[in-house]
């Protein structure tokens, strides 16, 4: 991580110009699903300004490459870059330093999973400019079919999910810490050199953590909505959230002032279950009744206080159907545990190195 990043004042413009080139950015791979709706919601957008989608497409074991071709055939202002690492730093420096048509001032990142409403481009443009921001981002709406994902959507909009973070549960609009995917000035995200490249997750806080310590204003505003779509499988969502800890860990591995309360509960939850447990066993195997049972008791505790918040993150309108009502307690446990093991097992040499994991 830099220890200093150049100045930003050069960048920060106010008062908005009568045309502003605009260049969307995605990293992508396995998006069979969902990069067509992705891509279509980008070029449909109204825009004062060139507009041009870059997707840096990784390998994939689907048909993400031939869809983006087929979007870049129909469309010239699609352009498919090929990403063999899988790494969305690498791809999305790649997508944003492509020489695409124009020289837009503005980057817009999406992602496969993401579909914009109607005027999101126009307002980003609009806000970075009304308050000399360098980037500028909103809610993430997750939205679920089936009942794993259902419940998953609904535990990524929620605090008892994955924290209170304004783009996860909303809030007022005004200065912020991140901003999910993000409107940026091009020049703000190059003079403090884009992303960083050794980081495979996490790599768009730590981009915002750089560009706030180089004295550019990140901007929340609660009207930029965006339509995510979460994991589909209980494997899946453990597979994200596992590496999602992992390299939350190096994050503040590389600089501990990063750490913060949201980030530390989920493997402080980790050691005190797994403490809870070892005493049960070891109560169990020595005919300590008392210790064994005081063991039992925070995971038990743990589990009821999970079936609560899910009862009442259930019964936000619109209501959960009953099936994702059902799973969403699992769902609650699997994001919170695999979170917090992968921030205590900490990055692995295989994780660090192989972006195709």
Not at 278 to 299: D, E, M, R, Y
Request: aromatic share 6%.
């Amino acid at each position: 991580m830099a220890e200093s990043t150049p100045a930003l004042g050069a960048v920060r413009v106010e008062g908005r110009p009568a045309r502003c080139d605009v260049r969307v950015v995605a990293c992508v791979r396995d998006e069979e699903d969902y990069l067509e709706a992705a891509v279509r919601s980008v070029l449909a957008q109204e825009h004062d300004g060139d507009l041009h989608v870059v997707l840096a497409v990784g390998p994939s074991r689907d048909r993400t490459a031939e869809i983006a071709a087929a979007l870049a055939a129909d469309d010239s202002r699609v352009t498919v870059l090929d990403n063999p690492t899988g790494s969305r730093s690498i791809g999305l420096n790649l997508a944003m330093g492509h020489d695409a048509p124009g020289d837009a001032e503005v980057v817009l990142r999406v992602d496969g999973h993401t579909v914009l409403p109607p005027g999101y481009v126009h307002r980003c443009v609009a806000l970075l400019h009304e308050r000399g921001a360098v980037a500028v981002g909103g809610v993430m709406s997750p939205v679920g079919h089936g009942a794993v994902q259902e419940a998953a959507a609904r535990a990524m909009s929620h605090p008892v999910g994955i924290g209170a973070a304004s783009f996860h549960t909303g809030g007022r609009a005004g200065p912020a810490d991140t901003v999910y995917l993000g409107a940026f000035r091009r020049a703000a995200v190059e003079a403090v050199g884009g992303y960083d490249p050794s980081l495979f997750r996490a790599e768009d806080w730590e981009l915002c953590l750089r560009l706030r310590r180089a004295g550019g204003v990140l901007w929340f505003d609660p009207s930029l909505v965006v339509e995510y779509r979460p994991r589909r499988t209980l494997a899946a969502v453990a597979k994200q959230f596992w590496r999602t800890g992992m390299w939350r860990r190096e994050v503040v591995r590389r600089d501990a002032s990063t750490a913060s309360l949201r980030y530390l509960a989920p493997p402080a939850l980790v050691l005190l279950l797994g403490l809870g447990l070892l005493a049960a066993v070891v109560g169990a195997l020595t005919g300590a009744a008392a210790l064994a049972v005081a063991g039992l008791a925070l995971p038990a505790a743990y589990l009821v206080g999970v079936v609560v918040a899910a009862v009442v993150a259930g019964a936000r309108r619109p209501r959960l159907r009953p099936a994702a009502a059902l799973v969403l307690p699992v769902v609650l446990v699997v994001m919170h545990v695999t979170w917090g093991a992968g921030f205590v097992r900490g990055l692995t040499a295989r994780a660090a190195a192989d972006h195709r994991a």
